[in-house]
Every structure is written in C-alpha cells, then in structure tokens.
C-alpha cells in the first residue's frame, strides 16, 4: 500500500526530546533551592542532544500553546563540563541578554539570533565570550542589541530635567563594542542593521569573511567591501539601494557563487536595472551560481522576441536562454530569483531553481526562499499559492501544505502571512486533496490553525482558521486537541455581538465536536462554560426575533452536550434554560427543527431522576401535553415530548401533585399519542445507549412510559436493525423484555410489540447478513 504524504514517523530522538523538554523535572533536572532549575549531577550531556533541546524548547514556545517558558532553562548549559552547545538557533521576543550570559562558557560554532527584540548591548557584550569559537554568526532584525538603555548624565540642573527625560528615553549606540578578536568568524549576517551604525568600522577586523547579509544596510561607502574581493563567496544586498558605485564594487567580487541584490517591490528604487548592468554581472561574476534580481524594473528589453520564446519545449541551456545577458552563463544556474520581475514569465530560464508567480513551481520556490527572513515577498508568494488551490488545481500538495504550515508558524505575529495562509490551508485541505494527506500532516495543520486562533482575534483570521476545522472530521480529528478547540471556539463565541459568518460557523463547529463523544469530554467542556455561552447566543438571538441557524445549531449543541451528562442538565436548568425554551415556543411556533432539538434537550435532562421535579409544574406539564400534537419534523417533537413525559409519569402518582392538569388525562394523550405514530418511521435521533429507555420496561406505576420505551425500541430495531439489534442484546434489553411479557400490569398492545421486538433481535442473530435492508 502506498503511504500518504508526510506520513513518515516522527524520529524517536524528536520524540525522546519533546517528552523530556515537557517533563524537565521527571528527566535530566530536579528543583535546587528556590524551586530553581538544576541539572542532575550524573547527568553528560553531547553536543548534537545540548543543541537541539535548545532549538526544540524555542521551537515548542512558539508553536505549542501549552508549552511554557522554563525559568532557567538556559542556565542549565551553563557548565561546559555536563552539556555541550555548538548550533543555536534562537529567535523573537522570548529570547533575553541572561539567557545568553547563562551559556557564554560554551565554544559556540553558530549563533543564529533572529528579530531579537528584547537583546540589548548587554547581550552585544556576551557575543565577545564566543569569539574565539564563533564561525558563523546572524543578528539578522536584532538592531536593538547595538543599543545601551538610556543613561543619565553626571550632573544636571533642574531645567535640563526635560531634556533628562529624553534622553532617559533615547537608547544610545554602544561604542565599545568591536569585532576584534572574532578570528574564526566566515559566515556574518547583519540584515536590519540601523543607519546609525557604521557598518565599514564594524566590518573591518573580519578580513577572513566568506558570507556577509548586509539587507536593508545602508551602504554610503560600498568601495571598502573590496577588502573582501578574494574571499567572499556569498554576498545579500536585499533591499539595498543600487547606485552606480555599488554595481561597480560588486564587479569586482570575483569569487561570488552567491549575489542577491533584489528588492521588495519596484515602486521604491530610483535605480533601474538595464541589459548592460545584468551582462556585466555574467561576465565579471564567473563562479555565480545563484543569483536574485527579485523586483527590479528593467529599463530595456533584454528579452528574445516572442516567437522565439514560442519555440520548442522549456529548456535550462544557456544558449537557448530567452533572456539575452544569461545566454552566457557556462551552465545553468542553481538558483535565479524573479520575483516581482516581468523576467520569470519568458520560457526559456537558465536555472534549475526559479522564483516567480508565472506557476505553481515558482511560487512554491519564492515562498521556500524567502519565508525565514522575508515575510513581505512569502505572504504575497501565498497569496498567489491560495488562487491556484482555489481556481486551478495544486499539483505539489505535500510541498504546499509543508511550505505554508512553516511559514505560519514561523511567522505567528504577522497578521497579513496569518491572513494569507489561514485562507491558503482552507483551499489546501479540502476534500479535493484530501485522500492525499496523512494523520500527521494534517495534524500539523490543526496545530498551526489553532495556534493563528488563539493570537489573533481579527476578523478574518478567525474565520478562515474556523473554515479550516471545518475540513476535518469532527470530533475525530480533532481530538488530540479537543480540550483546546473548544475553549478557542468558546472564546470566540463570548462577545455577544461577533461576526455573523463566524458565529455560524463556529457554533456549528461546537455542535459538532460534542457529538458522538464520551461522557468526560461532554463533562470537561461543560465546566468550560459551553452550556452558558450556547444560552447566551440563544438569548441574544431571541432579542433579535431572529430564529436563524447560530439559534438552530446552539439547541442542537445543547441536545448533544447534555446526553447522559447530568451535570451539563442541571447547568442548563440553572442558567434559566426552560425559560428561554418557552419563550423560543411563544416566539417561534412554526419552527419544526428548532422544536425537535429543543425537546430532544428536555428528554435528555428528563432521564436525570435528580432533575424532573423541576418540570413538574403546570406550566411545563400542559406545554408538554400541547406538544404531543405536534406534526413537526415527522414524528420527532411529538416522540420527544412524549418521552419527557413518560419519565415523569415514571417516578410514580405521588410526587404528582397539581391539581391542573390530571395525571391521567396526560396518561390518555400519551396513549393517544403513540398510537398515531408510524412505527416504520425512519428517525432523526442516534442512541449511543438504550440504557435509559430500558429502565422504563420492568415497573407497573405508568403503564404508559413502559409502551413508550417499547415502542422505541420496535421503530429502532425494525427500521435499523443492523445498528440498533446488537446494541439492545448487548444491554440486556431481550430479558427485560421477557419481563414486559411477564408482568400483568403491561397492556396486551404492549406485550405484542414487546414480543415483535424480541423476534427481530433473534432473527438479526440468525442471519446479521441480511441486506434487505
């Protein structure tokens, strides 16, 4: 059997690693003094296990919402004795100048610092411990770290105190630091560098650099990056602006296999990219083998006319290149960024890796390229993604699903790639798709989709992340998270006045994940609040007059959360629930859906003995009684009306005790009742147990609930037998049948249906193949 997309297990290192990160003080720690975090004294632990229990723990604090940040954590790799770091990766606002301090014993090869907000030049001044170790080194969106916090002057007057006060507030560029001494250092990514640094000062004790990322850096000089002209082999100038100066350093950089000097958009730049410039790249650059040019204008044609654009299949030959300057590349490059450009819409492109928006492929490739470091170009990249799901169809699914999962997660904060993808994953989990996909794959959606629930309360996000859920079988896939979607979904439905569309579906969604589930989980969403947030939607709406489906869905939710769930019943008694039952009756008397899950909630708080004193009142009697005529929704509301009153009548003539209405003019409308009912009806109901019709067979109080629950079980069995005859012999139910038959209170009507029910359950066993059915 083929497996599924993404379907290999997780490792059992990845597993090993998790369970020990989320259970810290049951593994390799223990709690010192102050409850602090220490690491067991017999406890050596290697590099490659240090390095990824960092990398893990920052990447659970952004993607599991359950997972907290460990005081401390960071110290337990203080001593390079027990544990070894050499690759980190550490990225946003989680990460602070102590948990740096905490590690600055350790030989650190790698230190990838990514949009560090809260690092400041205490953190700078940590960086220097690594120095002699330190190959490579990204502080790329960290231009805080070159800052000191705002310090005062010695003396000052009191009319300087305003001035104090700015100046408190203004951080000051940190002079001292330098990287001198940084010997080893190849690899140096500086992206976001602010203009008050001078980058050409900075740069100048790293003669040996092989990779600089100078994006968004403002380059006055650029002559002095020919220090580097034999050295360096990669070269990131992304949204750096060109000048005439700069193209001419750029030639120089002989050794390049890596230039990127592309733009986010075109709109910004004086400078125009022309057929000469792009030829001279070719030319002077021999070793590129991968180039960007994303979002420049080209001011000339450097394109082959259309008909020979036209010619022949898509070819990578140089020679055949149908953009003129790359015709003279030795061989094709391994990677061409055209995004943004008209560039990536010719046919014939000399690379075998192309960013664009002419096709899926090109899509898919921007989005790979440039989701970590720029979520300006992904978020359109997957903007176009989400039109091929939506209108063509999406060939690459895996690739698409696992690009657009990653982008959401890496970028959690930003609102418009949380936009995009939500609405990109709707497209790319649909039916369509669907057969194509794992457990695990989709599991990682379900992740990502709850964790863009839970950041953002905008509109738009919710709704696609809700649409999303919508795609999945509930409550079966939703289950590993069930405890969390449910108080994301509660959340959402607390203010009164949301979004229509959102309500919808989100009550719908509510509704569906408390079907057909075990007792305890209806129980733990119940103490959530569920059976309060549904009557407030309901009061709402009836304020509105408005019987529309968020009203139809909130019953229906009601009906299932309360099935065998006495404690949910009691809830909706307390929080003014028949009330609002009569008042939707008065308000909406034609509405047969909203009629049948309002009654089929009753049945299910009318089963709790505890409970039915509550509706013995003559208000609810005679609504009850009234609703035995009821023709809505088939036989359903008169059934479940019915079924109310036969366990009320149950519980015996004593605790009746009103005068209006007589318990056996009641008793005579039930028998009345059942009689007119079609016992071959096909039903609109699903009993996980017949436990509490059961209890209404051996008694002789009230005749009548004892023909109710048989008459139940003769339209279940003979109209579902497959179903319904394995679940009654399994509860017992053909015995206490046998009872029925014995006992001289049972009216004749009922001991023949009785005997009727117990021949379809013995001819089910002879024959349980039966397909006549």
Same mark, same amino acid.
């Given at each position: ?45 290697? /590099? ?132 001198? /001494? ?16 001078? @980058? ?72 125009? %990219? ?20 994303? /979002? ?14 036209? @010619? ?310 005679? @609504? ?33 005790? %009103? ?80 009872? @029925? ?11 023949? %249906? ?20």
């Amino acid at each position: 059997m083929a497996s599924k997309a993404g379907d290999d297990p997780e490792s059992l290192m990845s597993l090993c690693t998790v369970f020990c990160l989320k259970n810290l003080r049951r593994t390799m720690c223990y709690s010192g003094e102050h409850s602090r975090l220490q690491l067991r004294p017999d406890v050596f632990l290697p /590099g490659e296990i240090c390095d990824r229990l960092v990398n893990v723990y920052m990447d659970l604090l952004h993607t599991d919402s359950d997972f907290e940040p460990q005081d401390g954590f960071f110290q337990l790799f203080s001593d390079p004795r027990s544990t070894r770091l050499t690759r980190l990766q550490l990225r946003e606002e989680l990460v602070l100048d102590r948990d740096l301090e905490a590690i600055a014993k350790q030989d650190l090869m790698e230190l990838h610092l990514t949009y560090c907000s809260r690092l400041t030049s205490r953190g700078l001044r940590t960086l220097c411990s690594f120095r002699h170790s330190l190959r490579s080194l990204s502080l790329f969106g960290c231009s805080d770290i070159f800052f000191r916090k705002g310090g005062a002057p010695l003396a000052y007057s009191e009319e300087d105190e305003e001035d104090l006060e700015e100046h408190l507030h203004r951080p000051s560029v940190d002079q001292d630091f330098s990287f001198q /001494g940084f010997n080893r250092l190849r690899l140096l990514n500086l992206g976001g560098l602010p203009a008050e640094l001078d @980058v050409e000062t900075l740069l100048r004790p790293l003669p040996a650099l092989t990779s600089l990322d100078l994006s968004a850096v403002h380059l006055p000089r650029p002559a002095f990056l020919t220090q580097w002209k034999e050295r360096l082999a990669s070269l990131v100038l992304y949204n750096v602006e060109l000048t005439e100066e700069l193209i001419h350093t750029l030639l120089q950089m002989s050794r390049l296999r890596h230039l990127d000097i592309s733009r986010e958009n075109q709109r910004t730049s004086k400078f125009k %990219m022309t057929r000469k410039i792009l030829s001279s790249i070719v030319q002077s650059l021999v070793h590129l083998v991968s180039l960007d040019i994303s /979002g420049h204008i080209m001011l000339d044609n450097c394109t082959v006319p259309a008909f020979e654009d036209a @010619v022949g299949r898509p070819s990578i030959e140089p020679c055949k290149s149908s953009i003129y300057p790359f015709q003279e590349l030795k061989r094709p490059l391994q990677f061409l960024g055209l995004y943004n450009t008209t560039l990536c819409n010719v046919t014939h492109i000399p690379a075998y890796k192309v960013t664009g928006s002419k096709n899926e492929d090109q899509i898919l490739n921007a989005i790979e390229a440039y989701t970590e470091q720029r979520p300006e170009l992904a978020h359109r990249a997957i903007n176009q993604l989400f039109d091929i799901a939506r209108i063509q169809h999406c060939s690459q699914l895996l690739r698409a699903l696992q690009l657009v999962i990653t982008a959401l997660k890496t970028h959690k904060y930003d609102k418009s790639i949380q936009v995009t993808g939500s609405a990109a994953l709707f497209y790319l989990t649909n039916t369509e798709y669907r057969s194509d996909q794992s457990v695990r794959l989709r599991r990682q959606v379900i992740q990502v989709v709850l964790n863009g629930m839970e950041q953002y309360q905008e509109v738009t996000v919710q709704r696609n992340c809700c649409l999303t859920l919508c795609n999945f079988s509930i409550p079966e896939e939703l289950e590993f998270q069930y405890h969390r979607v449910n108080l994301l979904l509660l959340k959402i439905l607390e203010p009164a006045r949301q979004d229509e569309s959102i309500q919808r579906i989100a009550v719908h969604l509510c509704n569906a994940l408390v079907c057909q589930v075990d007792n305890d989980h209806k129980e733990a969403v119940g103490k959530m609040g569920f059976v309060k947030t549904m009557l407030n939607l309901i009061q709402k709406k009836l304020q509105d007059r408005m019987c529309d489906q968020v009203m139809e869905f909130s019953w229906s939710a009601l009906w299932n959360i309360t099935d065998e769930t006495p404690d949910n019943c009691q809830m909706f008694l307390e929080c003014n629930g028949m009330n609002l039952f009569l008042e939707c009756l008065k308000e909406f008397p034609d509405k047969q859906e909203l009629h049948r899950n309002m009654l089929g909630l009753l049945g299910n708080v009318a089963e709790v003995k505890a409970l039915r004193p509550q509706l013995l009142t003559k208000q609810f009697i005679t @609504v009850f009684s009234e609703l035995l005529d009821s023709k809505a929704d088939g036989i359903e509301v008169s059934y479940n009306a019915c079924g109310v009153l036969a366990h009320i009548m149950f519980d015996g003539s004593d605790v009746w005790t %009103m005068e209006e209405p007589k318990r056996s003019h009641v008793m005579d409308k039930m028998w009345a009742a059942i009689q007119s009912w079609d016992v071959s009806s096909r039903r609109n109901i699903n009993y996980r147990s017949f436990e509490p019709i059961l209890r209404l067979l051996p008694q002789s109080g009230a005749p009548v609930s004892q023909h109710w629950a048989t008459w139940a079980l003769y339209n279940l069995v003979s109209v579902y037998p497959s179903k319904y005859c394995p679940l009654l012999i399994k509860e017992g139910g053909v015995i206490l049948l046998q009872k @029925v038959l014995e006992l001289e209170s049972s009216h004749q009507e009922t001991k023949d %249906m009785a005997r009727k029910v117990m021949e379809q359950c013995e001819n089910f066993k002879e024959d349980p193949m039966d397909t006549s059915r």
